[in-house]
C-alpha cells in the first residue's frame, strides 16, 4: 500500500496556488474578543460571545480539586493601657478537630448563617462568651485554605475590654492575650518546612514563640502574619506622621 503524503498546516500563513503566501483570517480581535465567523449558527455566535462576557466580568479564583469545608474565625483584637493585643483561645482534647491547638474562636459555617461574619460572631459566642453586639467588625483578612480541607475566612472584630469571657469548657480549654508588637516582633517567628500529608513539595510552617506557656502555629500563625502585616503598615505611617516610637 502506498504510503500518504505529510501534510503540513500552518495557522497564519498558507501558500497560495500561485505560490504566494496567503494570511488566514484573524479570530480574535486586538483586545482579545472573538471575531464572529462566517458560516457559524447563530446561537454559536450569541453562546461565544456570552461566554467572552462572562468570563471577562468575573474572573474565576483558584480552587482546589478536592471539596472544601466553609469555615469562620473571630479574630478579636481588644486595646488595654494603650497597647493593642490580640484574644487566642486553646481548644481542648475531647473535640474532633485541631485537639490542643492554639486557634480563633470559630468553627463551620452553618446553613443559617449568612455568611463568614455572622457564623464567626456566633462561634464566638457560643465558645468564649463574647456578645455579638459587643463587638465591632473591622473587615474580613484573606481566606485561607488548610490542610485539613478548610477554607477559614478570618473576622478581624474590636471587642471591648474587658470583657467578661464564659468559656464552653468542652470546646476551649482556656483564653489569653498576645500584644501585637510582640507578634510583630521577627525575633519572634520561626518558619519551618514540612511535607504535607500527601504527596508534594514542603510547605512552610510558622510558628511563634511561647507566651504564656501556648504556642502558636500553623493556620493560626498564618492569619496572625496577615494581621500584624496591617498593624506594620500603620504603626509605620504613624510614626513616620508623628515621628515618634512605632505604635504599641
Known amino acids: 500500500m502506498a504510503s500518504r503524503p505529510m501534510l503540513h498546516w500552518r495557522s497564519r500563513r498558507a501558500p497560495s496556488p500561485a505560490g504566494r503566501p496567503v494570511e488566514s483570517p484573524p479570530t480574535t480581535a486586538g483586545d482579545g474578543r472573538p471575531i464572529p465567523i462566517r458560516g457559524r449558527a447563530e446561537g454559536s455566535r450569541d453562546l461565544t ?93 484573606g481566606a485561607l485554605l488548610t490542610v485539613t480541607q478548610f477554607e477559614v475566612t478570618p473576622v478581624l472584630g474590636r471587642i471591648a475590654w474587658p470583657c467578661p469571657l464564659r468559656l464552653n469548657t468542652h470546646e476551649v480549654a482556656c483564653a489569653f492575650g498576645v500584644p501585637l508588637d510582640w507578634l510583630a516582633d521577627p525575633a519572634h517567628l520561626h518558619r519551618q518546612l514540612r511535607m504535607p500529608p500527601i504527596p508534594g513539595r514542603e510547605i512552610a510552617v510558622y510558628s511563634f514563640d511561647p507566651y504564656l506557656g501556648e504556642t502558636i502555629w500553623g493556620a493560626t500563625a498564618r492569619i496572625t502574619l496577615d494581621l500584624v502585616a496591617l498593624w506594620r503598615g500603620f504603626a509605620g505611617a504613624k510614626k513616620k506622621r508623628s515621628g515618634s516610637s512605632p505604635l504599641r
Open 49 to 141: 460571545t456570552y461566554l467572552a462576557a462572562r468570563l471577562d466580568a468575573h474572573p474565576r479564583p483558584s480552587r482546589p480539586e478536592w471539596d472544601v469545608i466553609p469555615a469562620a474565625v473571630l479574630v478579636p483584637i481588644y486595646e488595654e493601657h494603650g497597647r493593642w493585643s490580640v484574644l487566642y483561645t486553646r481548644r481542648t482534647e475531647t473535640v474532633d478537630v485541631h485537639r490542643g491547638q492554639v486557634s480563633f474562636p470559630g468553627g463551620r459555617i452553618d446553613p443559617l448563617d449568612h455568611g463568614p461574619r455572622e457564623a464567626a460572631l456566633r462561634e464566638a459566642e457560643e465558645e468564649v462568651g463574647i456578645p455579638s453586639e459587643q463587638v465591632e467588625i473591622l473587615g474580613t483578612l
